[in-house]
Nanobody, 121 residues
Framework: QVQLVESGGGLVQPGGSLRLSCAAS????????MGWYRQDLGKERDLVAD???????NYADSVKGRFTISRDNANNTMYLQMNSLKPEDTAVYYC???????????????WGQGTLVTVSS
């Protein structure tokens, strides 16, 4: 079995920084695309940023220049460095990954359990 576990959420003041982590564990052959999504109460889950196996990145316009996505392929871990945080960044953040298991017979589209980020003074 493969699972994703997020960490690093919390309460931060406007203008502050947080770093989220997403660790994949289990019977993994490789992880293709990985991404961070966020969902506020009563709203849809939206893409924040994603990153390919080769390191290509894509960001939502609302976070460009403030957030940085990265990954450590050797340790199957992804990060989201969030700087200059704003109250509108408040949401539950979810990691997502497209995983090829060691059986290499299918793709698994996995989600983490979510971690709450609250930006408030």
């Amino acid at each position: 079995q493969v699972q994703l576990v997020e960490s690093g959420g919390g309460l931060v003041q406007p203008g502050g920084s947080l770093r989220l982590s997403c660790a994949a564990s289990g019977s993994i052959f490789s992880i293709n695309r990985m991404g961070w999504y966020r969902q506020d109460l009563g709203k849809e889950r939206d893409l924040v940023a994603d990153i390919t196996l080769g390191g290509g990145t894509n960001y939502a316009d609302s976070v460009k220049g403030r957030f940085t996505i990265s990954r450590d392929n050797a340790n199957n871990t992804m990060y989201l460095q969030m700087n200059s945080l704003k109250p509108e960044d408040t949401a539950v953040y979810y990691c997502n990954a497209r995983v090829v298991p060691r059986t290499r017979d299918r793709f698994l589209e996995l989600w983490g359990q979510g971690t709450l980020v609250t930006v408030s003074s």
